[in-house]
Structure formats: structure tokens, C-alpha cells
């Protein structure tokens, strides 16, 4: 890990076309996170920014907070699926680092993501990771895969 005071969040799978237009700080260290239920966005991000030369550090998703209360996230990346006047369509998890990102008066910027066609992942998804049971039997499962992120949340600061 490079500067940790000075870190650039990436939230959801980038097209490998829409990484390429980006210009990041050199001295900024890039974190991604993990996405789960499937932690796509980890393994995906992670190909893409190696094959560029940066090393990234991939987080837990529910990290991101400790970076905003350190004051260590400088902006944000996140993945849109769709975008409109009233806000935009993003991987599940998109809505919280928007709230912390106002409240911190980090920028918040919407990049072109992979397409999903899903709204829901499998519920037993969510009760695993990497193939080992971390639910007992007979709990519930809840995988949303995008939420709704609305436009109040990218307006300048």
C-alpha cells in the first residue's frame, strides 16, 4: 500500500474501456471493494489495475466507513448500470458510500459499468463464502444486487 492518506475507492465491476479514461493521482492509492455476495468486483478490479501497473489493496465492503472516519478517501468511483436526471443504478452497496462521501464532502463519480440483468442474486449466495456455509441451516438469505442511488448524492460539493 502506497500513501494511505490519500486513497481513491472504486465501488462495482468498471468496463475495462471506461478504467482506461480515468486519470488518477500517482501519489493516490487504490482500493477496491470486494463485492459480495460473488466478490466480482475484487477479482475483476484487481485484473484490470494490475495489467495497468497500480497495485491495488481490495477491502471488505463494509471498510469503506473506518477509511471516511480517518479521513483517508480523497474520491470515489462508483459503477452506474444506469443513469437518468433523478439518480442512477448501481451495484448494491453504491447508496452507502454515497451518504458517507456527502457527509465527508468527498467527490462521488458515476464510471460505466458491466452490465447485470439481475436484481436479485440466489439467497444461498449470501449464506456462503467461497463455498463454506457461514449461516446455520434454516437462516434466510437476501442478495439485492443493484440499489438506486439518487441524484441529490452527486451534486457538487
Known amino acids: ?3 494511505s492518506k490519500s486513497i481513491i475507492l472504486f465501488h462495482g465491476v468498471l468496463t475495462p474501456e471506461a478504467l482506461d479514461k480515468l486519470i488518477l493521482a500517482h501519489e493516490a492509492s487504490v482500493f477496491i471493494c470486494e463485492g459480495r455476495p460473488g466478490l466480482e468486483a475484487g477479482r475483476v478490479m484487481s485484473g484490470l489495475f494490475l495489467k495497468k501497473g497500480i497495485t491495488p489493496t481490495v477491502i471488505c465492503d463494509n471498510m469503506p466507513g473506518f477509511l471516511f472516519f480517518k ?16 439518480g442512477a443504478l448501481c451495484d448494491s452497496g453504491a447508496l452507502i458510500l454515497a451518504v458517507l462521501a456527502r457527509k465527508h464532502k468527498v467527490p462521488l463519480k458515476l464510471v460505466q459499468a458491466e452490465r447485470r440483468t439481475r436484481f436479485l442474486g440466489d439467497p444461498q449466495s449470501i449464506l456462503s463464502f467461497e463455498g ?13 444486487l443493484v440499489e438506486w442511488v ?7 460539493l
Open 1 to 3: 500500500m502506497q500513501d
Open 150 to 156: 439518487g441524484v441529490e448524492y452527486f451534486k457538487k
Open 132 to 144: 463454506e456455509r457461514i449461516a446455520p441451516d434454516g437462516a434466510c438469505g437476501y442478495a439485492p
Open 71 to 86: 479521513g483517508m478517501v480523497k474520491e470515489i468511483y462508483i459503477a452506474c448500470q444506469y443513469a437518468d436526471t433523478t
